[in-house]
């Protein structure tokens, strides 16, 4: 059964269409990723997963490795 969540994350990296993009691009292809939605303004990128399927630690590995790590608060 489905556990799914949404978040959002504080990406402070993400300045242009470009970032949008790439976070898109890192995100969206994972298994039990439902929607990815990244907002320049505010510096954040919303996500809709399958908590089951997807560890944070994950999403946090593949947004660094494509060069926008998340804040810490």
């Known amino acids: ?34 929607a990815v939605n990244t907002d320049i303004p505010s510096k954040t990128v919303r996500l809709r997963y399958d908590a089951e399927e997807l560890p944070m630690a994950k999403i946090e590995e593949v947004l660094d490795d494509a060069g926008y790590p998340v804040a810490r608060e």
């Not at 978040?7 to 970032?19: A, G, Y």
């Open 1 to 34: 059964m489905a556990n799914t969540q949404e978040i959002v994350l504080s990406v402070p990296d993400v300045s242009c269409e470009h970032c949008v993009r790439a976070i898109y691009g890192a995100l969206g292809g994972l298994h039990g990723v439902e």
